[in-house]
């Protein structure tokens, strides 16, 4: 089992859409969640961080994290053309320093 | 402020050669992030540093693979010898004394080895 699953995509919404992308990781124990947009041949750019249960908005992005089911998910809300780009989720352990370990990405595209 | 500084943003070489890859991070920043990011295998953690000393190195693939960070701001990132199969982009990362986590990438450095 993968430390940090994401469903590869590529997830398709209509402009002005909710798009929802999703994420599971297998260490019970960890502390930090993150979610990074990278276009392609760009960098990853940090969108959206949390590190505890609920939600946290930010704009028209939205984090979920459940730690009970290992869940962390990002709402983009008003979908827009630029938002097309590569979802990565990102995990930190607790006790394992900042050995950060992402997911392989989920591509979003939003059509015009 | 300028985010991290990378160089060569492109290299080519043959394989046997000796590659070199330059970051420089954040200001102020006390943890130095090099990855890797090829298709099959996303970004994978190489190695990091706190404060210019390696914390976790068991990232790196094997000993052809070296890093170093010899002040707080610069770090190299040495494959000697390369191979076909180190083709990637390396990213360095840094992050700030916050201790929160978030990273800030450079632009990468696409290495090609043939």
């Known amino acids: 089992q993968k430390e940090v699953e994401q469903n590869s995509g590529p997830l398709s919404v209509p402009e002005g859409a909710i798009a929802s992308l999703n994420c599971t990781y297998s260490?019970?124990?960890?502390?930090?969640f993150f979610w990074y947009r990278q276009y392609s041949g760009k960098s990853p750019e940090l969108i959206m961080s949390?590190?505890?249960?609920g939600d946290k908005e930010d704009g028209r992005f939205t984090a979920q994290l459940n730690k009970a089911s290992q869940y962390v998910s990002l709402l983009i809300r008003d979908s827009q053309p630029s938002d097309s780009a590569t979802y990565l989720c990102?995990?930190?352990?607790?006790?394992?320093?900042?050995?950060?370990?992402f997911g392989a990405g989920t591509r979003l595209f939003v059509k015009a | 402020d300028a985010g991290v500084i990378q160089s060569p943003r492109h290299e080519v070489t043959e394989m046997g050669q000796e590659v070199t890859l330059r970051c420089k991070p954040i200001?102020?920043?006390?943890?130095l992030f090099w990855y890797r990011q090829t298709m099959m295998r996303g970004l994978e953690l190489l190695i990091y540093?706190?404060?210019?000393?390696?914390?976790?190195d068991s990232g790196m693939p094997e000993d052809r693979f070296s890093a170093k960070m010899p002040n707080a701001s610069f770090s190299t990132l040495k494959i000697q010898p390369s191979e076909p199969r180190d083709s990637a982009v390396y990213f360095c990362?840094?992050?700030?004394?916050?201790?929160?986590?978030?990273?800030?990438f450079g632009e990468g450095s696409r290495l090609t080895v043939l």
């Open positions: 990362a840094s992050s700030p004394p916050a201790n929160t986590g978030e990273l800030f």
């Open positions: 260490d019970r124990v960890s502390q930090s």
């Open positions: 949390i590190y505890s249960n």
């Open positions: 990102a995990v930190t352990p607790r006790g394992g320093g900042f050995k950060t370990i």
């Open positions: 200001s102020g920043h006390d943890y």
């Open positions: 540093f706190n404060n210019n000393v390696p914390i976790d």
